[in-house]
């Protein structure tokens, strides 16, 4: 691989035999266990997006080959959208929704994906978005740590009401901002999540802690390295589960996962 070549570039038909090829690249890598990453989206489906207005594809060529690709949709008012039990409260018009990521095995460990979205957060800023959402299934780490470490937030965790698989909703508001604010970051009460070097073995547990800390007025916002732990952040309105939360914490250890 020669990252020197790689360019990104919006899809369309002419690419649709190329979209269908990684996806099923893809689906042949995946584990049994591992196929709920991803929709498997037939060519009618695809093409809603490589000749819609409000889906669209982008694409990550070595050269010729095509080795990632993303839908996204900028949704309009009044029609409907996928994942309506996110943030429903946000106009369509207001929303950029991130779906069917694959990147090509052979191009892995480059965060192509984080890449990826950064490139369209800026296209749907452009295009008057102001925020970002995503369902990821809980148990494809590689996935929803690239969506942290573009900046979004766990929100929600639940189980997807089409398949009932435990996912975990992210959000990030977008707009270009100074840096100087992006120096800036709100002090704000901080929990450490242990994760361990085996997100795997946690997975298990994680759904029902997510879901508390959730509840009890925290996002999971970022991954510290060197303590290997999902850093979560109590936002500012206080929540009366907080108490609840600390008590939790004490009985259950859940510091130390
Ligand atoms: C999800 C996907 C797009 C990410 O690919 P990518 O952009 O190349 O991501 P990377 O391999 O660079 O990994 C990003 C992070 O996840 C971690 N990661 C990767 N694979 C992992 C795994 N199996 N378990 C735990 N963490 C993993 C990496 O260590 C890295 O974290 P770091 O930057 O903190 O070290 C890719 O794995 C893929 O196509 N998967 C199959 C389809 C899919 O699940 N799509 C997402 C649907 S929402």
Redesign the pocket.
């Known amino acids: 691989m020669n990252k020197k070549h790689l360019t990104v570039k919006k899809l369309d038909i002419n690419n649709l035999s190329d979209v269908m090829k990684l996806q099923e690249k893809?689906i042949k890598g995946?584990h049994p266990d591992e196929q709920h990453?991803?929709l498997h989206r037939t060519e009618a489906d695809y093409m809603k997006s490589l000749n819609g207005s409000n889906s669209n594809m982008l694409g990550v060529f070595d050269g010729e080959t095509l080795i990632a690709q993303t839908v996204y949709c900028m949704p309009q008012n009044g029609e409907s959208r996928d994942m309506p039990e996110f943030k429903p409260e946000i106009e369509n018009k207001d929303l950029v929704l991130y779906e069917?990521?694959?990147?090509d095995p052979a191009?892995?460990?480059?965060?192509?994906?984080?890449r990826m979205l950064e490139f369209i957060e800026n296209h749907a800023i452009d295009n008057g978005r102001t925020h970002s959402i995503?369902q990821?299934a809980i148990d494809?780490?590689?996935?929803w740590?690239?969506a942290l470490?573009h900046g979004m937030s766990i929100t929600k965790v639940d189980k997807d009401p089409t398949d009932g698989v435990k996912v975990i909703y992210l959000e990030k508001k977008i707009t270009h901002q100074p840096d100087d604010d992006k120096q800036l970051p709100p002090q704000k009460d901080s929990y450490y999540m242990y994760l361990g070097d085996n997100?795997?073995k946690k997975i298990p547990t994680l759904f029902n802690k997510m879901q508390f800390l959730i509840q009890s007025g925290y996002q999971g916002v970022s991954?510290d390295?060197e303590t290997q732990s999902l850093i979560w952040e109590k936002q500012e309105k206080q929540n009366t589960n907080v108490l609840n939360l600390n008590l939790f914490m004490q009985n259950k250890k859940i510091s130390s996962l």
């Open positions: 893809i995946l990453f991803i069917a990521i694959l990147v191009y892995r460990g480059s965060s192509l994906m984080k995503i990821i494809n780490p590689a996935s740590i690239n470490h997100i795997h991954l390295k």
